[in-house]
Nanobody
Framework: QVQLVESGGGLVQEGGSLRLSCAAS????????MGWFRQAPGKEREFVGC???????YYSDSVKGRFLISRDNAENMVFLQMNGLKPEDTAVYYC????????????????WGQGTQVTVSS
């Protein structure tokens, strides 16, 4: 049974930083592209960034230069370091696992975590 469990969310002031973690189990982690998405109230789930099996990373324009994704295949973990946070970054953040490497496409993901709330106050 595949499980993805996010942690690290919380309340932070504008300009602050948070580091989200996603622990994966029940899958061959190194075979998957791991992605981060977010969903704000009343909006669709949107791509934040992803890291593929070769450790290449891709980011949305809205977070490029502020967020950094990394992975630890030995620990089956993926991380999202978020710096320079803005109120518009407020959302529930989800990690996902994509077996086919189409990481920018929300519909490509096989598995999702339950999400962790990030709130940025101004």
């Amino acid at each position: 049974q595949v499980q993805l469990v996010e942690s690290g969310g919380g309340l932070v002031q504008e300009g602050g930083s948070l580091r989200l973690s996603c622990a994966a189990s029940g899958l061959i982690f190194s075979h998957y592209t791991m992605g981060w998405f977010r969903q704000a109230p009343g909006k669709e789930r949107e791509f934040v960034g992803c890291i593929n099996r070769g450790f290449s990373t891709y980011y949305s324009d809205s977070v490029k230069g502020r967020f950094l994704i990394s992975r630890d295949n030995a620990e089956n973990m993926v991380f999202l370091q978020m710096n320079g946070l803005k109120p518009e970054d407020t959302a529930v953040y989800y990690c996902g696992a994509d077996s086919l490497g189409r990481g920018l496409n929300r519909g490509a993901y096989d598995y999702w975590g339950q999400g962790t709330q990030v709130t940025v106050s101004s």
